[in-house]
């Protein structure tokens, strides 16, 4: 029976994670994302439902569109992947609860930036306003008012500390190393982690995002990387492993 559910969550994540791969592609362009006839990104041809399948028609049709032959954009079939694998692993985690709904939406949350941020560099407002209010309204449910406050003051804290370290880089690398929506980011994390732990994702994204950086200036020549991803990698590792103060603090000391 457990499986049965892992697998449903598993198929549930690569189709929302297709939706959040046209939102991520469209929204920055101006694009409708909800009206608008599925079609090949190069030829603009159609897509018939079959040819739309998460994962599987990419497999089928070997990368490539059916019509024209331009090769599909190696992001869609990535992002549906990892979404399906963040929602399984979110039903795995933490089984029917709230706690569920607030890991579907960091592993949603997770996808789309992800598309976003590696496409065009940025982390669009409505997203993180949407998600915003997804986890106020959720978190409210799981704590009540109180444990909203305290969400909103490690919100604040952590957007506080990014917002330096955005100042600190752009005075030590004369130019602009963190995007304001790295910034606004923190802001989210807060809403859903407490301070402590949610400085640990900032560590943490730094941590994994230096050797990538350093790869891709040697590879790429190219020393613009988006950080968003990162964060937000950071952020699922401590989420998902539910790392609390309390747990920081016992592992020091
Ligand atoms: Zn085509």
Same mark, same amino acid.
């Given at each position: 029976?457990?499986? +049965?559910?892992l697998?449903?969550?598993?198929?549930l994540?690569?189709l929302?994670?297709?939706? @959040?791969c046209?939102?991520g592609? #469209?929204?920055? #362009?101006?694009?409708?994302?909800v009206?608008?006839?599925?079609?090949c990104?190069?030829?603009?041809?159609p897509?018939?439902?079959?040819?739309?399948?998460?994962?599987?028609?990419?497999?089928?049709?070997?990368g490539?569109?059916?019509?024209c %032959?331009e090769?599909?954009?190696p992001?869609?079939p990535?992002?549906?992947?990892?979404?399906?694998?963040?929602?399984?692993?979110s039903y795995?985690?933490?089984?029917?609860s709230?706690?569920?709904?607030?890991a579907?939406?960091?592993?949603?949350?997770?996808?789309?930036? @992800?598309?976003?941020?590696?496409?065009?560099?940025?982390i669009?407002?409505?997203?993180?306003f949407?998600? %915003?209010?997804?986890f106020?309204i959720?978190?409210?449910?799981?704590?009540?008012?109180t444990?909203?406050?305290?969400h909103?003051?490690?919100?604040?804290?952590?957007?506080?500390?990014?917002?330096?370290?955005m100042?600190? %880089?752009?005075?030590l690398f004369? #130019?602009?190393?963190?995007g %304001?929506?790295?910034?606004?980011?923190?802001?989210?994390f807060?809403l859903v +982690?407490?301070?402590i732990?949610g400085?640990l994702t900032i560590?943490?994204?730094? +941590?994994i995002?230096?050797?990538s950086s350093?790869?891709?200036?040697?590879k790429?020549?190219t020393?613009?990387?988006p950080?968003?991803p990162?964060?937000? +990698?950071?952020f699922?590792i401590v989420?998902y492993?539910?790392?609390?103060t309390?747990?920081?603090?016992? @592992?020091?000391?």
């Amino acid at each position: 029976m457990e499986a +049965l559910y892992l697998i449903v969550f598993f198929i549930l994540g690569t189709l929302m994670s297709s939706f @959040f791969c046209v939102v991520g592609l #469209r929204l920055p #362009r101006g694009e409708n994302f909800v009206k608008g006839k599925s079609a090949c990104d190069s030829c603009q041809h159609p897509l018939a439902l079959y040819e739309m399948i998460p994962l599987i028609s990419y497999l089928l049709q070997k990368g490539r569109c059916r019509y024209c %032959g331009e090769k599909i954009a190696p992001i869609i079939p990535l992002s549906e992947l990892i979404g399906g694998l963040l929602y399984a692993i979110s039903y795995y985690i933490f089984g029917i609860s709230i706690d569920l709904l607030i890991a579907i939406g960091v592993a949603s949350l997770f996808v789309i930036i @992800f598309v976003t941020d590696t496409t065009y560099y940025i982390i669009p407002d409505t997203v993180l306003f949407f998600f %915003g209010i997804y986890f106020v309204i959720l978190e409210f449910l799981k704590q009540g008012l109180t444990g909203i406050l305290s969400h909103i003051t490690s919100a604040i804290i952590l957007f506080t500390i990014m917002y330096l370290m955005m100042l600190l %880089g752009e005075k030590l690398f004369k #130019r602009e190393s963190l995007g %304001g929506g790295d910034v606004k980011l923190l802001f989210l994390f807060g809403l859903v +982690l407490e301070s402590i732990p949610g400085f640990l994702t900032i560590f943490l994204a730094s +941590l994994i995002a230096l050797p990538s950086s350093l790869i891709l200036l040697y590879k790429e020549k190219t020393n613009m990387i988006p950080f968003g991803p990162f964060l937000l +990698l950071g952020f699922a590792i401590v989420f998902y492993n539910q790392i609390t103060t309390a747990k920081i603090i016992e @592992f020091f000391f």
